[in-house]
């Protein structure tokens, strides 16, 4: 059947949601090992953040009964980070370090530099308690106190379920004293490539044959969205020997059966052949490349099939699975999508999605290689995919275009002596709805 | 000394450069454990990309001699992919497959729908030799043909020293029959988590104390960068300690030595204190936060010092730790930097770069939090950091900024029965050039 670009988006995120990989049991890890992986169920704190009140800047922490007055304050003994200090008595002052516990009795924290003197005394002139420190008056209460809580309430929740763990998520949890979280389990992919004419790569290359560079292509294209491939093989043409391998599958161990080539209208497309009598359902979608795709269950178990030439697949990749999995697993992060300035003219078949290779930089996008499906050095060339929907016929130079950020945008290397810059990913002009690709 | 933001990213920079931390020797990696690492030198092509002249239709294979005419054509034996084809006779037309060995003496392939009959003969229609089939005529020599080497020929650049390898990199080394690469080694970071209030997750917090982030916060982001954390320590504030400490550092073993908290003004600054009199130098950097910061050698070895608070951490690891490595390294891909429209008013310090933590979504930032340092929990909802460059005191609701995105923009889970949609992250309206921050 023919379809267009949103609708199979839709489906293949509905058949990754139906298939249930992601009910299996959660994982409980140690933070340093959760890194890129989504919260099974919510967390909530165990404890206050901060977990007490605490001085914001360097200072003098202020009985309650002193915020008024500009009297001598009694220079008290010094509160560092890292104790508990004694009750603060009115008429005295301590002074306190960023982060040190507030004492009982104090309200607020003068910076050392409004303080007269403004400057700490030393140990020594400490030492007969005579020391005093006057401060400005009319102080507010709560003046540069970090309020036990502010931050996070104990109990409250500090992160969701789903919520993906990054940096910053995991040193939150580190400072709630949390070691470790139960996470949803890495989705599982069984890596199928196709074809009498794909070779392992090391091994000779006889006449007529290419090297497989599908398995290598997808496993780094899904390990890199987070999810794990179980198993990968090379499989020939015949459809006996495809689906013999398939007839092992069980739906305990594989949340994705993938395939490649062999769904096309040839003469020789193992995979429709093998899954004539399937729950599989072959398709034509309005996308270029990318345009022949299957999508089914085998034994329960979702199945997936991308056309053979590595673009194509990637294309596939990118436009259907890595963002039904940001759906339904939460892991990986989608892709940004940026608006550019085309740097040359453009044609594109009107009735299909054409996705180009691109190399984007500061909000202009330059094409590279040609639409051809088996233009693998020109794909790792480029940073970004280019997409010239559905009723474009051409685009002249200086058109806008939307562009889905794949890889980095080149930064000058250091050598040339360039100034270090914070390079920009925005271009201007785009109005910025979301909007399904058409 | 006081700095400005861009001073010390050059600073940083020219630190980790002169370190030579990625000088060491290269490693050789299978294809599978290279993702996110950089070539340590240029991998030209073994083999031509295609190999071989190939099909790009399933169609007939012409000869040469038979491009202009309209005269009936003897069918020849079909051309699955993954055979060495025998020769095509003039007079005759070969059913092929894309992706097949185009046989010798064949100029062109045309699209079995442009064939008459449009559809290929099943190998009983062929069996006595007598099949014909008529093509168009006024056929152009190379008509759906893909020439050998057209993508990369044998002999030329696949790749660069220095390219980043993702998906689409390996999946070309794969392409070429290259099994293994020489990549950069890992930059590897001892990571010292300093004062005496830091306790370990998971242990008891006594009164005072406060559980340490950092450690887990910072490695986290080093390991997404791509750098290894060799060993990490939470040290007290005894400056003494943090000498013995550092007094074991070796340049062979360690590319960056890193510490949070004890470089500011206070009373107890361990880092500062420890390292008085040594070859690092401690700074007053116009970012908030991220202010104190320190920067020198020690023992010949990279040394940084970062603010102790976690947000303060991370602000000064994203502004100069995380683009130097970029630039330095080639790992990690630079973070895209966006135009955004501020949902809210906000003040800022003109005499600082103010970096607030938001939300952005669909070309808008929201704040999230106050600008202070200790807000954990706003940082790890947030997924950008928002840049308030010197010199501005306000801004109102509406105004443009620019925001480095540093986690993934939200996208609807699927149960909320949403359209699947590509999430743009652009937005509209600023000028594309680059720009050091200011």
Do not use: W
């Amino acid at each position: 059947m023919r379809r267009t670009v949103a609708e199979h988006q839709a489906a293949v995120a509905g058949l990754l949601q139906a298939g249930g990989g992601t009910r299996r049991a959660a994982e409980v890890l140690a933070l340093r090992d959760a890194p890129g992986r989504a919260l099974a169920e919510d967390v909530k704190a165990p404890v206050n953040l901060p977990p007490f009140d605490n001085a914001q800047m360097d200072g003098y922490a202020v009985h309650a009964a002193d915020l008024a007055g500009t009297a001598p304050l009694t220079v008290a003994d010094p509160i560092p980070a890292g104790i508990a200090p004694p009750p603060l008595a009115p008429g005295t002052a301590a002074p306190i370090m960023t982060g040190a516990m507030l004492p009982a009795g104090a309200a607020a924290v003068v910076p050392i530099e409004r303080a007269d003197p403004d400057r700490f005394y030393s140990d020594a002139e400490r030492a007969d308690g005579t020391a005093t420190v006057r401060l400005p008056g009319g102080i507010d209460a709560g003046l540069f106190v970090r309020r036990a809580g502010s931050d996070l309430a104990q109990g409250g929740t500090a992160l969701r379920a789903g919520a993906l763990l990054g940096a910053a998520q995991l040193g939150l949890l580190a400072a709630c004293g949390v070691g470790e979280v139960r996470v949803a389990p890495r989705f599982r992919v069984l890596l199928l490539s196709t074809g009498n004419e794909v070779t392992e790569p090391g091994a000779d290359l006889a006449p007529g044959r290419i090297y497989d560079a599908n398995t290598t292509l997808l496993e780094a294209a899904l390990r890199e969205a987070g999810a794990d491939v179980t198993r990968h093989r090379l499989l020939g043409d015949d459809p006996a020997v495809l689906r013999e391998d398939l007839a092992t599958i069980t739906a305990g161990s594989t949340d994705l059966v993938l395939s490649t080539g062999g769904i096309s209208q040839g003469a020789y497309e193992v995979v429709k052949q093998a899954l004539a009598d399937s729950r599989v359902e072959f398709s034509s979608v309005a996308l270029q490349p990318g345009g022949p795709q299957a999508h089914g269950t085998l034994a329960g178990v979702p199945f997936l099939g991308f056309p053979g030439n590595p673009v194509s697949a990637i294309v596939s990749f990118e436009m259907f699975l890595r963002p039904a999995l940001s759906r339904v697993t939460g892991v990986p992060a989608p892709r940004p999508v940026l608006g550019a300035v085309l740097a040359e003219g453009v044609d594109s078949p009107p009735a299909k999605h054409q996705v180009r290779r691109g190399i984007y930089r500061e909000g202009r996008v330059s094409l590279v290689g040609g639409p051809e499906s088996h233009l693998l050095h020109a794909l790792a060339a480029a940073n970004c995919l280019v997409h010239l929907p559905e009723g474009v016929a051409s685009l002249p130079a200086g058109s806008r275009v939307e562009v889905t950020l794949i890889g980095p945008i080149p930064v000058e290397p250091l050598a040339s002596g360039a100034p270090i810059a914070v390079y920009r990913a925005a271009s201007g002009g785009m109005d910025s709805a979301e909007r399904t690709p058409t």
